[in-house]
Structure formats: C-alpha cells, structure tokens
C-alpha cells in the first residue's frame, strides 16, 4: 500500500533544512520503501491557486495561516500503516517536527474491454 509522509515543522524547523536525513533515505531505499519525495523550498516562496466563479485567485505564500507548514515529502509503499508508522518514526524530522501519514487514494484498475 501507498502511504504519503507529509513532513512538517515549526519556523524552528528551518534550522534543520540542510540537515539531510541521516541516513534514513538510505536504510528505506535498502529496504525498497521509497517510491519518490522532496524537500520544499520555504513557504513564504509560495503561490496558492483558486478559482471562484470561473476567476483565477492567486495569492503569494501558502492560504492557511498555521504555526507548522509543510517542508517536504516522501512516497512510499509498504506491508500497511503498522510498517508506515514504523518507517515514519524513523524519520529525524519526526524529532523536531511532526509527520503526518496518509494512504494513497488508488483507483481500481479497470481492464479494457475484450
């Protein structure tokens, strides 16, 4: 199963952002978890898109207010939420930050007709 690691942090967290992942990117490629991910630039370098009415609303840095921001991502794909957990916890982020998992919303795969 799929699982999107959402790495997020305080403005605290910017002291860690040329940190690298100790090591972590490397046991989870080893492991074949890793299917993708990136680190972000800062929010404030942002530009968030709607569309209201049929009129495109543009607004520099990220829309929501909020003390933690996203400052990257990671794809991965394991056994179930027991091992996405586990895999998380392993994270450094999830020592200064917060890291939110969410399963993959994937379409059953439909086979063209005969």
């Known amino acids: 199963m799929k699982?999107?690691?959402?790495?997020?942090?305080d403005e605290s967290a910017a002291a860690?952002?040329?940190d690298g992942c100790g090591g972590w990117t490397e046991e989870m490629?080893?492991?074949?978890?890793?299917?993708?991910?990136?680190?972000?630039?800062?929010?404030?370098?942002?530009?968030?898109?709607?569309?209201?009415?049929?009129?495109?609303?543009?607004?520099?840095g990220p829309f929501a207010e909020t003390k933690e921001q996203i400052g990257g991502f990671v794809l991965i794909d394991c056994a179930d939420l027991d091992e996405a957990i586990?895999?998380?916890?392993?994270?450094?982020?999830?020592?200064?930050?917060?890291?939110?998992i969410r399963p993959v919303f994937e379409p059953p795969v439909v086979e063209p007709p005969v």
């Not at 699982?3 to 942090?9: A, K, N, V």
């Not at 492991?31 to 609303?57: F, I, N, S």
């Open 29 to 60: 490629e080893s492991r074949g978890v890793v299917a993708g991910g990136a680190g972000l630039r800062p929010p404030d370098e942002a530009t968030t898109v709607r569309v209201r009415e049929g009129e495109l609303l543009l607004t520099d």
């Open 16 to 18: 860690h952002a040329n």
């Open 86 to 100: 586990e895999i998380a916890s392993k994270h450094p982020a999830a020592g200064y930050g917060t890291i939110e």
């Open 3 to 9: 699982y999107l690691l959402m790495i997020c942090g």
